[in-house]
C-alpha cells in the first residue's frame, strides 16, 4: 500500500514539475542547456580523463574541471538575474546581466589561463 502510494505520489510530483517547466521561457531553457552541457562536459572530464590517462598533467586537469564548474556557477547566476519572476533583480536589465556573465568568465578564464603556468 505505502509502495503504491509513494509510486504515486512521485508520479504526481514529476507530472507537475515537468508542465511547470513547459511553461517557463524559452530564453531560461536556454541556458538551463547550457548548464547541464557544462556540468556533463566536467564529469566527461573528471571521469573519462581520470579513467584513460590519469592526472599528469593535474594542472591543465584541474583547469579545465575548474572552468567548466565555474563557467556553469556563473551561467546559474546569469538565469537567476534573467528570470522574469524573481522580484530581487527586477530593477537589473537583462542586457546588464548577460554583461555581467560576459565580464565574470572571461576574468574566470584569464585564472585559468594563470593557473595553467
Do not use: W
Request: aromatic share 12%; glycine share 4%; with cysteine.
Amino acid at each position: 500500500m505505502a509502495r503504491s502510494s509513494t509510486s504515486k505520489d512521485a508520479q504526481d510530483l514529476f507530472h507537475s514539475l515537468r508542465s511547470a517547466y513547459l511553461a517557463t521561457p524559452t530564453n531560461l531553457k536556454i541556458i538551463d542547456l547550457y548548464v547541464c552541457f557544462a556540468v556533463f562536459t566536467a564529469l566527461i572530464q573528471q571521469v573519462a580523463y581520470m579513467a584513460l590517462v590519469g592526472s599528469f598533467p593535474f594542472n591543465s586537469f584541474l583547469s579545465g574541471v575548474l572552468s567548466c564548474i565555474g563557467t556553469a556557477v556563473l551561467a546559474v547566476c546569469l538565469r537567476i538575474q534573467v528570470n522574469k519572476e524573481n522580484k530581487e533583480f527586477k530593477d537589473l536589465a537583462p542586457e546588464r546581466a548577460f554583461a555581467d556573465f560576459v565580464l565574470c568568465n572571461l576574468v574566470l578564464h584569464l585564472v585559468i589561463i594563470n593557473f595553467l603556468g
